[in-house]
């Protein structure tokens, strides 16, 4: 397949490797910054661009785009349109409005878009998927998700700390992540209650989200996203009438991945333990965008489709609109 590349920054060349290591071509590298864009073109052996529209006109099948969020759905739309597929990086747009137009677009063009979740494809939630789909951990009962770093000097000056940029604070950056994975393991929820903080960094979007999502069935999600982990730190603990995932750790500054499995036992009292570690390099993006191009070639929805991202960015878009629930 070839692909074009839609912004080149650090997400844009993790996408890029990625796509080089499944053996596909990156056709056009492409940045509103044209030594950016040149950048990653010399070293993929690409064609440097700083106009979208490029891909559009270009002879290739898919586009990854890793621009900051309000530039995420114009672009995806008009690529589809074009008849190409997308991988657009999470959370798809900056609010419900753009990232549905996307699931919209890839329907009515016949076309796959992918919303780049790539924490989905972790090792460890790969397998922690694998358990639950097995059974092993009875009827789920409850998620309690912590995710967080502390930011780095001149952080509220960065893109992400405006909202007509970025659509919000921490709970649409890192507290996507959570609330996709939540969503993935238990469906829809149907109440939301949530409560948005800034505690340190001089800005009007939070630094700290707090959420409570139930399931119509009543399964519940605690979730913290915060910009003021002093030590980054990632956690994701499942619960199941027979059992505990715990998911800890993503690699590089979050520690070591590991999952944790604790097994009731028929008399209860000390679970039976068995744990994974992954200390090797972070294969998620690689193993997410293999994952697209299996959809494409099969002709099916990928795991963490467009639509899929709707569900997720709907929650996200109540708390911010703070809809009684």
Not at 89 to 100: A, H, M, Q
Not at 106 to 116: C, L, Q, V, Y
Request: glycine share 10%; aromatic share 10%.
């Amino acid at each position: 397949m070839r692909f074009a590349i839609i912004g080149c920054g650090f997400i844009g060349q993790k996408r890029a490797a990625a796509i080089g290591k499944l053996g596909h071509e990156i056709a056009l590298a492409i940045d509103i910054s044209e030594p950016r864009a040149r950048e990653l073109a010399e070293r993929v052996n690409a064609t440097a661009a700083s106009d979208y529209r490029r891909a559009q006109d270009t002879d290739i099948d898919a586009a990854v785009i890793a621009t900051s969020h309000a530039e995420l759905s114009p672009i995806a739309t008009a690529l589809l349109s074009a008849g190409k597929h997308v991988l657009v990086e999470k959370p798809g747009g900056r609010n419900l409005t753009e990232v549905r137009a996307i699931a919209e677009a890839a329907k009515s063009a016949g076309r796959i878009a992918k919303i780049g979740y790539n924490h989905r494809f972790h090792p460890a939630v790969l397998e922690a998927r694998a358990i639950v789909d097995a059974g092993d951990l009875g009827t789920l009962m409850f998620i309690r998700g912590r995710y967080g770093h502390g930011g780095r000097p001149g952080y509220e000056k960065e893109w992400r700390f405006r909202r007509e940029v970025s659509g919000g604070g921490e709970l649409i950056d890192q507290g996507s992540h959570l609330v996709d994975l939540a969503h993935w393991f238990l469906g829809d929820f149907e109440h939301v209650q949530g409560t948005l903080r800034t505690f340190f960094w001089n800005a009007d979007v939070e630094d700290n989200a707090f959420l409570t999502l139930s399931t119509r069935a009543g399964q519940v999600a605690w979730l913290h996203a915060t910009w003021t982990e002093w030590k980054n730190m990632f956690c994701l603990e499942i619960y199941g009438r027979d059992g505990k995932l715990q998911i800890d750790g993503l690699g590089g500054s979050y520690g070591l991945e590991s999952l944790t499995h604790y097994r009731m036992l028929p008399g209860m009292g000390p679970p039976e333990t068995t744990r994974w570690e992954y200390p090797f390099p972070d294969r998620s993006w690689e193993a997410e965008t293999a994952e697209f191009i299996s959809a494409i070639a099969e002709k099916r929805r990928p795991i963490g489709d467009a639509l899929e991202a709707v569900g997720s960015m709907s929650v996200i878009e109540r708390i911010y609109k703070g809809e009684p629930s």
